[in-house]
């Protein structure tokens, strides 16, 4: 359960960043396949919740994790768009629902307390809205703060396992005979952490080379050197080494 909910929640947090960084690029067909992809995450995760809960609770998680997700997607067209009014009344309306959200929880499990999971949430945010800020950040290069963007997609990322294993844990603890074990064993966590980790990685690699055959040299650099975040600088360095060589009629990124 912790590492379905992990992956689950990592995936949301990569797919929201990719939707919003093409929105704000203008690439109007990849946002639109991020979106699609996002909405079935939605799906998957209210599903993995669904077998515990039944049926109708299912439905409703999955109307309320929607909710939220049009929220990101509403502040990234107030920064696009110069709208600040917009823009800040998301953020008022992400504290608010982030109590609703621990409400709605809480009311399912007991073991999850109203203001540890609006924390959590309004965490998740917050670290979401500083990714995209990164990403609207104006540059002479018309890219956003890519170097900053990578890491704060990182961290935004990895936050995500505190999610499952307290969702876990509760979930665990309510429903013993169906959810034996530990779920913040050091199985149960380096399970997590490797899955994670592959996770980043296959997504790290998939935003470098296409950022990369797209000639987005600013933005393959970040992504490349994202995965040095992953395994160390010079692991990092051996990885993946960029060169980029303009000539009159072309710029080409060498990379491999």
């Given at each position: 359960?912790?590492?379905?909910?992990?992956?689950?929640?990592?995936?949301?947090?990569?797919?929201?960043?990719?939707?919003?960084?093409?929105?704000?690029?203008?690439?109007?067909?990849?946002?639109?396949?991020?979106?699609?992809?996002?909405?079935?995450?939605?799906?998957?995760?209210?599903?993995?919740?669904?077998?515990?809960?039944?049926?109708?609770?299912?439905?409703?998680?999955?109307?309320?994790?929607?909710?939220h997700?049009?929220?990101?997607?509403?502040?990234?067209?107030?920064?696009?768009?110069?709208?600040?009014?917009?823009?800040?009344?998301?953020?008022?309306?992400?504290?608010?629902?982030?109590d609703?959200?621990?409400?709605?929880?809480?009311d399912?499990?007991?073991?999850?307390p109203?203001?540890?999971?609006?924390?959590?949430?309004?965490?998740?945010?917050?670290?979401?809205?500083?990714?995209?800020?990164?990403?609207?950040?104006?540059?002479?290069?018309?890219?956003?703060?890519?170097?900053?963007?990578?890491?704060?997609?990182?961290?935004?990322?990895?936050?995500m396992?505190?999610?499952?294993?307290?969702?876990?844990?509760?979930?665990?603890?309510?429903?013993?005979?169906?959810?034996?074990?530990?779920?913040?064993?050091?199985?149960?966590?380096?399970?997590a952490?490797?899955?994670?980790?592959?996770?980043?990685?296959?997504?790290?690699?998939?935003k470098?080379?296409?950022?990369?055959?797209?000639?987005?040299?600013?933005?393959?650099?970040?992504?490349?050197?994202?995965?040095?975040?992953?395994?160390?600088?010079?692991a990092?360095?051996?990885?993946?080494?960029?060169?980029v060589?303009?000539?009159?009629?072309?710029?080409?990124?060498?990379?491999?």
């Amino acid at each position: 359960m912790r590492s379905t909910l992990a992956l689950l929640l990592g995936e949301h947090v990569l797919l929201t960043s990719s939707a919003t960084e093409a929105a704000l690029r203008g690439r109007t067909a990849e946002f639109e396949a991020a979106a699609t992809e996002l909405d079935s995450n939605s799906v998957e995760l209210a599903a993995a919740l669904g077998p515990v809960y039944g049926p109708d609770a299912e439905a409703a998680f999955l109307t309320l994790w929607r909710e939220h997700i049009g929220f990101f997607l509403d502040y990234t067209t107030g920064l696009a768009t110069g709208d600040q009014a917009l823009a800040d009344q998301v953020l008022a309306d992400l504290v608010q629902y982030a109590d609703d959200f621990g409400a709605f929880l809480a009311d399912a499990n007991p073991n999850l307390p109203v203001a540890a999971v609006a924390d959590l949430l309004r965490t998740h945010a917050s670290m979401l809205i500083s990714v995209i800020d990164a990403q609207a950040t104006a540059t002479i290069h018309a890219s956003g703060d890519q170097q900053a963007a990578y890491p704060a997609l990182q961290a935004a990322y990895a936050h995500m396992d505190m999610h499952a294993s307290a969702l876990a844990s509760s979930i665990a603890a309510q429903f013993p005979d169906q959810f034996p074990g530990d779920a913040n064993s050091a199985a149960a966590s380096l399970r997590a952490t490797l899955n994670l980790g592959l996770a980043e990685h296959t997504f790290l690699v998939a935003k470098s080379a296409a950022a990369a055959l797209d000639a987005r040299n600013i933005e393959f650099e970040a992504a490349a050197g994202a995965l040095g975040l992953v395994y160390g600088d010079e692991a990092g360095a051996a990885f993946c080494l960029c060169r980029v060589s303009t000539s009159a009629s072309s710029s080409t990124t060498r990379w491999r």
